[in-house]
């Protein structure tokens, strides 16, 4: 069943506006599903319409194109993820513990949640892609960003942005690539495990490179 938008009859019943925003939900989980399964460009809207078992013109009421479903995917699940970061992180102070806290927080965010790993990572490649999917830059600068800013507020020394912007790639680029690979060769109940014990690692190893550059950028601008 279609359902007829309310423009020009006043403002919408709540049974009805619970109603159209559950059927929004149900087409986003359902999308979500598929491109965990399928892929972005494979998926197609009959997919996400049977799945959800609505009819087509359900999907147009609610969504242009795929395109418009992927890109509030991807906002949802990003701003769902900085939410967590920016919580945990806000009175943290030095910065090991920051990096250490960052990197568990995406180990927690997607332990039970596959379908939105997939979907960060296939955002992430999308970014790449000559013709990319419209609407996923934004959420990703805006991660990387806070992830920045973050770092930013522990270092007391203000960083190029450049060289900030290699440190939030670091920390997206860990945990992406390690799940990415993990997964082919490790059964699904070891990955999260084994990624907690090269934390440690990662974060001494993060922790350096940072406090290194620091240090380069103090002399240059002492000689400056």
């Not at 491109?35 to 242009?64: L, M, N, Q």
């Not at 900030?164 to 999260?192: M, N, Q």
Request: neutral net charge; proline residues 3%; charged residues 30%.
């Amino acid at each position: 069943m279609i359902e007829k938008s309310a423009k020009g009859k006043g403002k919408p019943k709540p049974r009805q506006k619970r109603r159209v925003k559950a059927t929004r939900l149900k087409l986003l989980n359902a999308a979500r599903d598929m491109f965990a399964e399928k892929g972005f460009d494979s998926t197609t809207i009959d997919d996400i319409t049977e799945r959800a078992d609505v009819g087509k013109g359900t999907f147009y009421y609610h969504f242009t194109d795929k395109n418009d479903v992927i890109a509030e995917l991807i906002k949802r699940m990003m701003g769902e993820l900085m939410e967590s970061i920016d919580k945990r992180c806000q009175d943290t102070v030095d910065l090991p513990t920051l990096l250490d806290d960052m990197v568990k927080i995406h180990i927690d965010f997607f332990r039970n949640r596959w379908e939105d790993f997939v979907l960060y990572f296939q955002g992430l490649a999308g970014l790449k892609l000559q013709e990319s999917y419209s609407g996923l830059e934004a959420p990703f600068l805006n991660y990387l960003e806070s992830i920045e800013n973050l770092v930013d507020s522990v270092i007391n020394h203000r960083l190029p942005p450049p060289l900030l912007r290699r440190f939030g790639c670091a920390v997206a680029g860990f945990v992406s690539g390690y799940y990415s690979f993990a997964v082919i060769s490790t059964e699904d109940e070891d990955v999260d495990k084994a990624l907690m014990e090269m934390r440690g690692a990662f974060v001494s190893s993060l922790t350096r490179f940072i406090n290194e550059a620091l240090s380069v950028d103090r002399t240059r601008q002492a000689l400056n």
